[in-house]
């Protein structure tokens, strides 16, 4: 499995490509978008999602995993995050791939053990669990790999769909 994590901003975008092969975790790639502060946000977002496309076009993920909206102090901080939140979502929704939208809390605890890690705690434990000689820079890549890092590490669990598709056929193999 292979998943593409992402840390949204407009700004500076962390992104990091995870793959799982049986009970082992690999880096594939990490990094970030950036974009030019002085640009309009359209021109931003644009790039944001062109980055974005190109990164599921070289590494042809099996999902993405994408931090959630943390409410700011500050309105516009949160509405601007949310419009970067937008333009990777449809780029994922575009390329046919599930999405799987986790809270900072859960991301931070998937990775550190508690919801309420810091920014170097994340990059300590994202660095020992890929057995990487430094933690990756800079902390939005982190992030990035912290979300994917979440989503390979969640449980698999059967949907509830899947569950009750599968009870006819169990009915019927019993008689």
């Known amino acids: 499995m292979r998943v593409l994590g992402i840390d949204p901003g407009t700004a500076v975008t962390g992104y990091g490509v ?3 092969e049986g009970t082992g975790i ?3 790639e990490c990094g970030v978008i950036r974009t030019k502060a002085r640009e309009p946000l359209a021109s931003r977002l644009e790039e944001i999602y062109e980055g974005v496309r190109e990164l599921i076009a ?3 993920p099996d999902a993405v995993a994408v931090e ?8 516009r901080t949160t509405v601007v995050l949310g419009h970067a939140r937008g333009v990777i979502l449809l780029a ?3 390329a046919g791939l599930p999405l799987h939208e986790m809270p900072p809390a859960v991301i931070k605890k998937a990775v550190t053990g508690t919801g309420n890690a810091t920014k170097e705690q994340v ?8 057995r990487l000689k430094k933690a990756p820079e800079p ?15 969640a449980p698999v669990l059967p949907s509830v ?10 009915r019927a193999m019993r008689t």
Do not use: E, I, T
């Not at 769909?161 to 169990?170: G, H, I, N, Q």
């Open 18 to 20: 995870v793959r799982r």
């Open 26 to 28: 690999a880096l594939s």
């Open 58 to 60: 070289r590494h042809k």
């Open 68 to 75: 959630d909206v943390f409410y700011a102090r500050n309105v």
């Open 92 to 94: 994922a929704q575009q």
């Open 123 to 130: 990059q300590f434990m994202v660095a020992k669990l890929l």
């Open 139 to 153: 902390a939005d890549a982190s992030d990035g790999v912290a979300a994917a890092l979440a989503c390979c590490m």
């Open 161 to 170: 769909a899947d569950a009750l598709a599968a009870l006819p056929r169990a």
